[in-house]
């Protein structure tokens, strides 16, 4: 089993404890924002199977009806992810909405602000791993997944401030109405998960910072060539697609061109460890005299 399947897995399991706690919590205070934190982590769990399923989808080899591999498939469960945050955010403004409707005192509000402390905890440190793990193994939805966790930290923490503050003041309309406003919070939240992932859908380029590492390369690896050109570049999940045109003197064997292109795809696969280069090899009258010029 790869690492990033090991952590989807773990965001079930995570996720299945977590879930237990917030309705304990609930149970135990008839708060409504704390059931509305707990609607939030049943789309947790959701969202980490969704992740779980298209990681695995992902992690399949190229075949004859996806030749260029499976990678795009946590794209959609990042969208998904991001589509279930709003829902959930909808959610909590429905029970917030009905509590400031029928306003009352809550029942032994420290007992579960104490056990969804706990909960919350456990989401927080589950988010950093997430997040961290998952743009190291450029894994979107482990990242989609960790970020979506967050939102439900940030909620947890305006959830326990708000009943905090109806205990002290004895002002139980706090309650549903911080839980409401939280609710915008994730609405937001939600939202940026869906922008990025749309992003990967389009065929997004690499960032500057990288392109310009990958036109470094070229200019100082492809010694022999005349130019580069016609640079592309796309992310698709974890995976890099790199192709452009390399001009090489009209003279020059098939044997020295391909042992530049060979020397160009080691040195970008160094920098871009799960990369795919594919090169275009071009007599000198196909110059354009512009793009990458290669260093002498």
């Not at 919350?120 to 791993?129: D, K, Q, Y």
């Not at 708000?162 to 003041?169: D, H």
């Not at 036109?215 to 570049?233: N, S, Y």
């Not at 020059?252 to 391909?258: I, K, N, R, Y």
Request: charged share 20%; net charge negative; aromatic share 6%.
């Amino acid at each position: 089993m790869s690492k990033t399947l090991k952590l989807a897995t773990g965001s079930l399991l995570i996720g299945c404890l977590v879930l237990g706690l917030k309705a304990l919590a609930w149970w135990l205070t008839g708060s409504v924002a704390l059931l509305s934190d707990a609607l939030e982590s049943t789309v947790n769990l959701a969202t980490a199977f969704a992740a779980l399923v298209a990681i695995r989808v992902a992690a399949r080899p190229a075949d004859s009806d996806h030749p260029y591999g499976h990678h795009k498939a946590e794209y959609f469960s990042a969208v998904l992810e991001g589509v279930m945050i709003i829902l959930a955010a909808l959610f909590i403004l429905r029970e917030a909405y009905a509590g400031l409707s029928e306003v009352r005192e809550l029942e032994t509000p420290f007992v579960g602000l104490a056990i969804n402390a706990v909960a919350t905890c456990l989401n927080g440190i589950w988010a950093f791993v997430l997040v961290r793990q998952g743009r190291a193994l450029k894994s979107p939805a482990l990242v989609a997944d960790g970020k979506h966790l967050w939102t439900d930290v940030v909620t947890s923490g305006g959830v326990a401030l708000g009943l905090v503050l109806a205990v002290v003041t004895g002002w139980w309309v706090l309650d549903p109405a911080l839980a409401g406003l939280v609710a915008v919070n994730i609405l937001w939240s939600g939202w940026k998960v869906v922008r990025e992932s749309l992003s990967g859908l389009m065929d997004e380029a690499v960032p500057e910072a990288q392109l310009t590492r990958i036109k470094e390369i070229i200019a100082v690896e492809a010694v022999g060539a005349v130019e580069a050109h016609d640079l592309r570049t796309r992310v698709a999940g974890s995976a890099t697609f790199v192709d452009f045109h390399l001009v090489v003197p009209a003279d020059m064997s098939v044997f020295d061109a391909h042992e530049i292109c060979d020397r160009l795809e080691a040195a970008i696969e160094d920098i871009l460890p799960d990369s795919h280069v594919a090169i275009h090899v071009e007599p000198e009258h196909k110059s354009k005299h512009s793009g990458i010029v290669v260093l002498d």
